[in-house]
């Protein structure tokens, strides 16, 4: 275990370019994500961690490190690439299978801690009309789907829905980036995770729609599966949490409206 002062982390995982001969497209959006990401996670007290076009066996490496350093309250970790259900892919174009990820925050340094997760990357090819119901078929509720690999405190917020693409574009993805434009404003810092969440998804899937020949029109609905025991309040500052049994972290900002973008999936 890791000594060195106890503060809340961020990890910001993204692969952009694929190792030649990988079959899988640029991401040239992933940088400005990172960059938008790393500065207002600093500013709300977080220390921030980046990592870019790593392999699959080394993302591993990676969050098994991680899930073994202090941590005051809240751990919150990015990963942003191409994808299906159930897992991303490195820059070897590996799968990295999220499963494993998430249980490497099931033992006895991140026991009492909140565990973020933001997933950015497709689970599927399916695209959103933007009808009323998300998949026709899937019987699983996206917030309650028990999966069992996460933990106990922990929530995983995906920028889609199971089976549908997610989308990015050159100057940032519409889920990364307006997670970032809310933080911005002093009201949504002081949310509860899971209401913070709900107004996330709420944002993409009303603000949000791709144009192009091929894509025009299409939506995107965020997906959040969560574990959390407790009410957890990792951007807040300290003073306004009411009593709330919950996590906290110092944040000063100011409010920005969210762009509209044209989009890629991916």
Partial sequence: MEHGGECNRALLVSVAEFDQGVSLGKRPGAHKDNKRLHRTLSKLGFKVHVHSDLSSEEIYELFLKESRCLVKDCFLAVLSSHGEEGCVFGADGKPVLLSRIFRCFDNEYMEKKAKVFLIQACRGHGLDDGVEVDSAGDSRACG???????????????????????????????????????????????????????????????????????????????????????????????????????????????????????????
Avoid: W
């Fill in 144 to 266: 309650f789907f028990p999966d069992l690999s996460v933990p106990v405190d922990t929530a995983v917020m995906y920028a889609s829905a199971p089976g549908y693409a997610a989308f990015t574009n050159p100057v940032g993805s519409v889920f990364l980036q307006t997670f970032c434009t809310l933080l911005k404003e002093e009201g949504n810092r002081q949310l509860e995770l899971t209401r913070l969440m709900t107004r996330l998804s709420h944002t993409v899937a009303y603000s949000f729609q791709a144009k192009g020949h091929a894509l025009a029109g299409k939506k995107e609905m965020p997906c959040l599966l969560t574990r959390l025991t407790r009410e957890v309040f990792p951007f807040s500052e300290p003073e306004k949490d009411s009593g709330a049994a919950g996590l906290s972290a110092t944040a000063l900002l100011g409010p920005e409206a969210v762009r509209t973008r044209t989009p890629l999936i991916g």
